[in-house]
């Protein structure tokens, strides 16, 4: 059983809109925190957002703020990315993950359940 399944990445234009959603099935996965990191072509990846699985407070890297927005549906196990205005500089693959950590613990070592990640692709 895959404990983190991303879906509804794809192709779509500048200045569009994605939503992507992370299921989290299992009572392995580290949940206190869900993040969504990408990792687009020869760069590392890079955290994107973060949300309290309890308290439903968020974090973001400060360049996302006004165009990406993190939620979750604890009733479904389900987190969200809503991307807006989307640039062809958003294109990667995005990955959902789980920490057992706090919020505000965004680096890639901090997250200890991973998904496969989906590919968006921002065209120009």
């Known amino acids: 059983q895959v404990p983190l399944v991303e879906s509804g990445g794809g192709l779509v234009q500048a200045g569009g809109s994605l939503t992507l959603s992370c299921v989290a099935s299992?009572?392995?996965?580290?949940?206190?925190?869900m993040g969504w990191f990408r990792q687009a072509p020869g760069k590392e990846r890079e955290f994107v957002a973060s949300?309290?699985?309890?308290?439903?407070?968020?974090s973001y890297v400060d360049s996302n703020l006004s165009r990406f927005t993190i939620s979750r549906d604890v009733a479904k196990n389900t987190v969200y990315l809503q991307m807006n205005s989307l640039k062809p500089e958003d294109t990667a693959v995005y990955y959902c993950?789980?920490?057992?950590?706090?919020?505000?613990?965004?680096?890639?070592?901090?997250?200890?359940?991973w998904g496969q990640g989906t590919q968006v692709t921002v065209s120009s």
């Open positions: 993950a789980g920490s057992s950590l706090g919020l505000y613990f965004n680096r890639r070592e901090h997250y200890d359940t």
């Open positions: 299992g009572r392995t996965v580290s949940r206190n925190t």
């Open positions: 949300i309290s699985w309890n308290t439903g407070r968020t």
